[in-house]
């Protein structure tokens, strides 16, 4: 098995240059601006819809372990491995072949424009507070304002990864300020009674038992917190290697406690089916029930500033994961072609033309803000699953750690990590997980391309394999879907 493209360092192949590398702040900054965009703001709804108080605090629990695990394991990895850039897709293909690691890549990049579609219809719903012609995000007239909002972020890229990213920096601020002065206010305004009304949401037959309700809980909190490796993809550009570990962890604990407040809160204010009747941003609807219109004002107009700003993120990761698996050759390498700013600019034009074209998509769909967050959170399941069990690997194997360290930690860490992915895979519902196979199957096209053009043997017997299953789940997804045994968008 040929593994010089596996093992040759991403950073002799991917200069940066000086003046575009980005500091802690920056790096904090991406890591809880791609965080924190829309889903925040729909979690009182979101939660709400399938789940009462009880399964809501066991969902955060889980989901807490879960990515505090998935935390460690890019912190870990930044440090253990920093031969390896741009994070998930880097990790997964060192440690499980070119064909899994390029997967990786491309669900990465999936997810990443898949959430930009959703960031786009979700900050016209919340306009058409203001501008009722909007709807839902998917009227005419909100896919041609998205569509501007998409080109002129693409223009600001355009003009330079760093200023784009001190351009973040500003706007996460201004985004995160509305969202604690929400918890303020909501905190004091908390009724006990309220939030320990039906405590079990077993009142409400709807919601099913406790573990059916947790199920359910499982891919909004994932989708709140996608974006949490947003400083491994971006190590490459990284002024200090050790910020990349720094930079996550502070990201995900500052919004750990953010999002279960804002959903936990919430419950004490209105009930359960009170909150799953809302419409999105339901955080609008709960703040107009304690203060009064100025709320529902207020929190519409921190979502567009809060979307703006991780549509800002999103665009440059997912720009830079097709760019820099197009220098090591795991897609063609015209995805590796960049400006004289530094700026991924093939990657960025071609990622940018496929949102406009599910933008077109969601106007004749009517597909909803939370079917495409389903369909991203699903998607970016594989490179999360396989960073979990590429830092459990070196753990066992013993791999770039010294004798006598200890790797108890990164071991219970990565396995930790990899469980959470495949209980979330199990979540997810056969749906969102034949959708993605939809969206997987192309990628192999690409990849053979691209082995082809590195003159490497395409697949090896367990990859062929993989393959051939990939394309006829996909094929059978068509065909339920056709049929109309599993819905569609």
Known sequence: MATTDINVPIRERVATPASAKLRLGSLTALVIGSMVGSGVFSLPQNMATGAGPLAILIGWAITAVGMLALVFVYQSLAVRRPDLDAGPYAYAKAGFGPFVGFNSAWGYWISAWVGNVSYAVIVFSALSYFFPAFGDGNTWQAVLGASILLWLIHILILAGIRQAAVVNTIVTVAKIAPVVLFVGIVAVAFKLN??????????????????????????????????????????????????????????????????????????????????????????????????????????????????????????????????????????????????????????????????????????????????????????????????????????????????????????????????????????????????????????????????????????????????????AVAILAVYEMWTGAVSAL
């Open 194 to 471: 309220v939030w320990t009304l039906d405590f079990t949401g077993l009142g409400n037959a709807s919601l099913g038992t406790i573990a059916a309700q947790v199920k359910s809980t499982m891919l909004v909190t994932l989708w709140v917190f996608i974006g949490i490796e947003g400083a491994s993809v971006f190590s490459a550009r990284a002024e200090r290697r050790k910020d990349i570990a720094t930079a996550t962890v502070l990201g995900f604990f500052t919004c750990l406690a953010l999002y279960a407040l804002v959903s936990l809160l919430s419950l004490g204010i209105l009930s359960q089916p009170e909150l799953a009747a809302l419409k999105n941003p339901s955080m609008a609807g709960v703040l107009e029930a304690v203060v009064g219109p100025w709320g529902a004002v207020l929190i519409n107009l921190a979502l567009v500033i809060s979307v703006i700003g991780a549509f800002l993120s999103w665009t440059l990761l997912a720009a830079e994961v097709p760019h820099v698996a197009g220098k090591d050759g795991t897609l063609p390498k015209f995805f590796g072609r960049e400006s004289e700013r530094g700026v991924p600019s093939t990657s960025l034009l071609i990622t940018n033309l496929l949102v406009q074209a599910f933008l077109v998509i969601t106007l004749f769909a009517q597909s909803t803000y939370q079917a495409l967050f389903y369909i991203a959170s699903t998607a970016i399941l594989v490179p999360y699953i396989f960073s979990g069990a590429f830092a459990a690997k070196l753990a066992l194997t013993g791999e770039s750690y010294q004798s006598g360290e200890g790797r108890t930690g990164p071991l219970v860490a990565g396995v930790l990590a990899t469980i959470y992915g495949l209980w979330l895979v199990y979540a997810a519902g056969p749906a969102y997980l034949f959708m993605c196979a939809i969206l997987y199957a192309p990628g192999i096209i690409f990849y053979v391309w691209a082995r082809r053009e590195g003159k490497q043997r395409v697949f090896h017997p367990v990859e062929a394999i993989i393959a051939v299953a990939l394309v």
